[in-house]
């Protein structure tokens, strides 16, 4: 996944509410050996907020459960291990994963009832639901938004052109030596551009009449992403210098933790490391070009997916669709990683409590749902190189070619 993960937070949290919480069954005495084993896989953050929970499951149900931490290439390692028969009974990622499970055969459709459906926001919905079947219970809601520090500019900007003049006053009086913090990097970040990209008219796929994405229709050469990502290359290191390679997933949130730069293009990841820098900040969506559309980010979900060769599918079944369902684990799992959560009633529980919660829904309202079709993989690195080289200065027309002819390419093998 291309978006960083940052501290999960304080994990007591996430037990104690636990704690509280009832079960429906009795636990069983420790002293009897459980009868059976569920398995999960998740990076090491999640890995580590799953367990408290996780545990109280085992318990209540006479079940050894193991949550193992995947570090890297948790996705590839998952799709590896699991046609091997050496996989987990549940996976946790993100939504656009979805499609290239499904090719692989690693993961089942999952059952749920209609009234567990409407409980979810109607994006993460959307987000799990592939080729008509629901395929995971979404938990969390993310996408990108504009973070300003507001001792240094106290008034969101209206536009891009605006927010760039504001950075470049200050950067000018020495104030900041960046004018936004917005990861690129030597290979590029499409996730990050990608509001960017839409609001100057450029697009990836375009959609079929039942609004799913057509790998068939790509559009990252297409005239109208030609002529977008010349306004981005305005942006760049031979025109406004907004955008830097220099700026990279590593040191972007620093970049704005450290006062360096005014303006910060980032998700709720980052917001752990601001409050903890001190950093008085704003969160508002991400502006446009003048003139142009209104940004897009990319809508993405995180969310548990029940293996296909798993060793104990009933269970797993048991545990994402009706213990995960449940709004006090959705709220244990936002209090230790806060990011919206895609449960309606952990929602209203957490966001009384936590004013960026609608600052950050507000920013993504209108995005686009992260593709999770196939082709979506072999888009990242290309565009992402593509955006990288005309960031730095190559020519636009040519570098959007060659990037869409390697995409065309591995999609079409």
Not at 5 to 25: D, I, Y
Not at 195 to 224: E, M
Not at 251 to 261: L, Q, R
Request: glycine share 10%.
């Amino acid at each position: 996944m291309r978006i960083p993960l940052r501290a999960v937070g304080v994990l007591a949290l996430a037990a104690l509410t636990l704690t509280a919480c009832s079960s429906s069954k009795t636990p069983q005495s420790s002293s009897t050996a459980p009868t059976a084993t569920l398995t999960i896989w998740a990076d090491d953050q999640r890995a580590a907020a799953l367990k408290p929970f996780a545990e109280q499951f085992g318990q209540a149900n006479h079940v050894d459960v193991q949550v193992q931490a995947v570090s890297k290439d948790l996705q590839t390692n998952f799709v590896t291990a699991a046609q091997s028969g050496k996989g987990p009974d549940i996976v946790v990622g993100a939504h656009d994963w979805i499609g290239n499970l499904v090719q692989n055969g690693t993961i089942d459709p999952i059952q749920l009832s209609d009234s567990q459906k409407s409980g979810f926001a109607d994006v993460a919905m959307k987000a799990v639901t592939f080729n008509g079947q629901v395929y995971g219970v979404p938990y969390a809601i993310e996408n990108l938004a504009l973070i300003r520090n507001t001792d240094l500019v106290p008034t969101a900007p209206a536009s891009i052109e605006d927010l760039v003049a504001a950075g470049k006053a200050l950067k000018d009086s020495g104030k900041v030596s960046n004018i936004l913090s917005l990861q690129v990097g030597q290979n590029g970040d499409a996730y990050h551009v990608y509001p960017l990209f839409t609001s100057a008219g450029g697009y990836l796929f375009g959609t079929k009449s039942n609004g799913d994405y057509d790998p068939a229709d790509l559009g990252v050469d297409k005239p109208a992403s030609v002529e977008a990502f010349k306004k981005i290359a305005a942006l760049g290191e031979k025109g406004s210098g907004a955008l830097t390679r220099s700026v990279n997933s590593d040191n972007a949130i620093p970049t704005f933790t450290g006062g360096k730069a005014p303006f910060l293009i980032s998700g709720p990841w980052a917001v752990a490391d601001i409050k903890k820098a001190g950093i008085k900040y704003d969160i508002t969506p991400v502006p446009g070009f003048a003139g142009g559309k209104a940004a897009q980010p990319f809508v993405g979900v995180q969310a548990f997916y029940v293996a296909s060769k798993g060793r104990s599918k009933a269970l797993a079944n048991e545990f994402i669709t009706n213990y995960l369902t449940k709004p006090e684990l959705q709220v244990a799992l936002y209090q230790a990683n806060p990011r919206p959560p895609a449960l309606n009633a952990a929602m209203d529980q957490v966001k009384g409590s936590d004013p960026d919660i609608e600052k950050w829904l507000a920013a993504g309202k209108g995005g686009a749902v992260l593709p999770a079709i196939p082709a979506m993989a072999a888009v990242w690195d290309p565009f992402g190189k593509a955006e990288s080289a005309i960031v730095g200065g190559a020519d636009v027309p040519s570098t959007l070619a060659g990037a869409a002819k390697t995409i065309s390419d591995a999609i079409s093998k």
